[in-house]
Every structure is written in C-alpha cells, then in structure tokens.
C-alpha cells in the first residue's frame, strides 16, 4: 500500500513555519546580545552569544527535519494520501493520544526553552518562542496526519497542543519555574498471546522505536508536583516529588477490540479484553533539583527531566488497587 507522501506536504507546511521561526530568532538576536552582563558586553561576549544563537537556530531547524524523517519512517509511509480533511477522534484510544499531544507540545517547548536559556536570551522572549515552536512542531504533524486517508485534521488534538505549550508558558510567565512539571514513562509491553502480538505488530510496529511512539498500552503519562514548593516549612528534600499519571489497558483498536477489513471480514476480535483505563500514585525526583555548578549538565537535567523516574507505584484500574515494586 503507498505511503501518505510526507515528502510531497512537507515543504508546504516546514518551510514556512522554519522561516518563521528564523525570523523570531533573527529579530530577538539584539536582545540576546544584550542581557547577559548589566554592562556592555565585550566583543567576545557578543561574538559567543551570536555563535550560540547561530548554533540553537540550526539545531531547531536541522533537529526538526531529521525528527520528521524519522516519524514518516515510523508513521506516515505505509498510510495513504488523501485531500485535507479534519474528523473527530476523541472517543479513540481512550484518550492517550490527547494525552501524548499534550506532552509533547510541553516537552518540545521545554527542551527550546532550554537551548534558548543556554544561548544567552532574556527569559520572556525564550519562554514565547519555545512555547510558539511546541505548538508549531505539533501542528505541522496534525497537518500532515490531515492529508492522510486513514486519519485527518483533529481539533481535539490542536487543542492539547495548544494545552501542552499554554502549561509550558504561563508557568514561566507567572512563577518563573515549572511547578507542575508533565512526564511520560513506557514500558515495552510482552502480550504472551500470538494472537494479541501479532495485532499489536501490526497497528502498534515491531521496533522498539514503534513501540516507543504507538503503543499505548505500555505508556503512561504523569504530573509531577515538588513537595518542597507546596510545603516550604516542612523540610522535606527540594529533589523529592509526588506524581500521579494515568494509562491503559488491552487497546487493541482506535473504538475497539474487534476489527474488520474494507470488505466489511472480521479478521481480528479480542472482545474478551476489558479495555480500561489505569491511575497511579507514586514519588519522584526532580533532576532540576540536583546540584551542578556545570552549565550543560544542569541543562541537560533540565531536559531529562520530562522522563518519571522508576520507582514504587500504587496501581488502579478495572475496579482493583495492584502494588508495583518498581513501575516505569
């Protein structure tokens, strides 16, 4: 079957927003050049802060273009093309495809912030332009996912973008820090029955890397909140955080377990399957809080830190509590 032609959409709808984006950078250089020292900055404070913002520029650019290779081999190549068209999937997947929206908005926006802070940029300019670029990335995907025939356009999934990099921005804006900090974990998930691995090969991939992006029944996406900022006095560790997230269970199928081909034959029914979805409850640490004097490993904890740690986890789901030892 062919592919959705990614390469035929991609420049209408990169290129553009790429222009965009290095018009932002370009126009906002001054400001960069300016706010790192209260005085004026020496030549070769000017020339690095250039040199660095060169640099952020292409690897927002480059970065992206690679990323987007990658997600048409993953995604994209084995889906037919249509014209755009917009429907409503918001009853699919119970969810965690808004929920994977979201995240990813917020953690493309971070991970610019990060870069951004890195080149030298006065604070609110960087917080605006990484939260832009989150919502940028994700709509060109949405747009993309609009010209292929199995899916379209979904405003459910233009809306969590915008959620994703709108949580990003207004805590920058009003706290200046990321109190409520979005996560996400995955496990490859083992099925044991051929019949529930041969299905999920087929919609979720067999790669690790498909497995990583697709299957949602070994994600789980969190909301880490750090104890020491709601509890100042209580002297807890200021690395210590409470997360709760949220999964699934036996999503065999967008609606449902049973699928059919275009002839209307059933050719897959896992209706036995109680499809349900999953609460957890369990501690965190937060990377930002470790001690470094070093600029690219506290930069570099700052990006890692969108990933749960492991660790013990209390389990609700189809009417049961479970204990995990250790749950990622």
Not at 103 to 122: D, T
Not at 144 to 170: K, M, R
Not at 291 to 297: D, H, I, L, S
Request: hydrophobic content about 40%.
């Amino acid at each position: 079957m062919p592919g959705c032609n990614f390469i035929k959409i991609l420049p209408s709808v990169f290129l553009p927003v790429a222009g965009a984006l290095s018009f932002l950078i370009l126009f906002f250089q001054p400001a960069v050049n300016a706010q790192t020292t209260p005085s004026v900055p020496s030549m070769s404070d000017s020339m690095r802060l250039k040199s660095r913002t060169r640099l952020i520029s292409a690897v927002h650019i480059g970065g992206y273009g690679i990323a987007m290779g990658g997600l048409y081999q993953a995604w994209y190549k084995d889906y037919e093309k249509s014209a755009f068209h917009s429907f409503n999937d918001w009853g699919e997947w119970r969810q965690m495809d808004k929920f994977g929206h979201v995240f990813s908005a917020y953690a493309e926006g971070k991970a610019s912030l990060e870069l951004w802070k890195w080149a030298g940029m006065e604070h609110q300019k960087a917080v605006w332009i990484a939260g832009l670029s989150g919502v940028a990335y994700q709509t060109i995907i949405e747009t993309l996912d609009g010209f292929c025939e199995d899916w379209g356009w979904s405003w459910g999934d233009f809306g969590a973008n915008i959620a994703g990099s709108g949580l990003l921005v207004s805590q920058e804006l009003l706290w200046g820090k990321q109190i409520i900090q979005p996560k996400f974990s995955f496990r490859r998930k083992q099925y044991g029955d051929p019949v529930l691995e041969n299905r999920s090969d087929s919609i979720f991939g067999k790669s690790s890397a498909e497995r990583w992006l697709k299957d949602y029944n070994g994600q789980t996406y969190w909301v880490s909140v750090n104890l020491k900022t709601l509890f100042p006095e209580s002297g807890l560790p200021a690395w210590i955080q409470l997360s709760a997230g949220t999964g699934v269970e036996n999503i065999y199928g967008a609606r449902s377990n049973i699928a059919y081909d275009k002839n209307g034959n059933k050719i897959f029914d896992a209706a036995y399957a109680p499809r349900y979805r999953q609460w957890y409850l369990a501690p965190d640490i937060d990377l930002t809080k470790i001690p470094t004097r070093k600029a690219g490993v506290r930069m570099l904890l700052n990006m890692l830190n969108i990933f749960k740690f492991p660790a013990p986890a209390v389990e609700y789901g189809n009417g049961r509590f479970k204990l995990h030892w250790l749950y990622f």
